[in-house]
Structure formats: C-alpha cells, structure tokens
C-alpha cells in the first residue's frame, strides 16, 4: 500500500473542464465528484462542466465525446470486483479507453476510476483514509492541462 500524496502545480484559471462521471456505483462517484469540484474551486477553476454515464465502461466514449471541447476531461468512476471476471473487463476497458482518448485526440484525460476489490476499499479512497482520488484526479487534469497551455 502506497501513502505517497502528491504535490501538485494548480492554476486553473482560464482552463475549460469536462468532468465525465460514472452513476454505477454513485455512492462513491459522488464523493470523488466531490472531491474533484473541491480541488477545481480550489484552483480556481470557474469553467467545468459535469456530465453522467452509466458507468465506468462508457466513460471512454464520453471524453472522446467532449475533449474537443475542453482543455482537459477527468473521468469518475469506480468499479468493485465481484465473484466474475466482469471486473477484469470493465476496469481494463475504461482504462486503456480513457488513455486511448487522450492519446488520439491530444486532450488530457485524468484517471479518477477506482478499481478495487472491496466497497470499504473504495470508501478509503473517496474521501477517506486513503483521500479522495477525485481530488487528485482533477488536481492531475488541471496540470497537465496548464503543461499543455504553457508548452
């Protein structure tokens, strides 16, 4: 287990942001939205739209959908193993599809997809012991959106 907490460079003004959040599972995806609007509030970030997909498997069609139109995209979403393989395809595929997205079009696409084993797991890591990786996702999005902007 990692306790590592990043530093991050956030100015987010003048920056446009798509937040692409997954309602399976909504109980932690509002919390990591939560958690992404408090770091975008943070930096100052006043542009930010939030749009809803079912769940974390739609989440790459739904960047590819917006990231023309926004100078970053973060994706929301969390995805619990169960007793199938289901967990293996769906977390694979939003995944690669979410880094398919940014590579292709050239916006960047922050990974806030929890994958874990557990509900207590996800709990930990949206607002809980483990911080909230909305937050970090955004903080993530807003810096490398700025990186974008400055070079």
């Known amino acids: 287990m990692s306790s590592e907490r990043m530093e ?7 920056l446009k942001f798509a937040v692409v959040v997954a309602r399976f599972n909504a109980a932690i995806t ?3 939205l939560e958690g992404a609007r408090e770091a975008l509030s943070s930096a100052r970030a006043s542009d930010v739209d939030v ?5 974390a498997f739609e989440l790459p069609l739904a960047a590819l959908h ?3 139109d926004y100078d970053a995209v973060i994706a929301l979403g969390a995805v619990i193993r169960g007793e199938t393989p289901h967990f293996e395809y769906v977390a694979t595929a939003a995944a690669n599809g979410l880094q398919k997205v ?10 806030g997809v929890l994958t874990t084993d557990t509900l207590a797991q996800a709990e930990e890591r949206a607002g809980g012991s483990h911080g909230n990786k909305g937050y970090d996702a ?7 959106a700025r990186f974008q902007a400055d070079y």
Not at 51 to 55: A, E, I, L, S, Y
């Open 51 to 55: 749009f809803r997909v079912p769940g």
């Open 8 to 14: 991050f460079n956030a100015d987010a003004r003048g």
């Open 30 to 32: 509002e919390k990591l």
């Open 102 to 111: 940014a590579l292709e079009t050239g916006t960047p696409v922050a990974f």
């Open 66 to 68: 917006v990231s023309e």
């Open 138 to 144: 955004a903080m993530t999005a807003i810096e490398m």
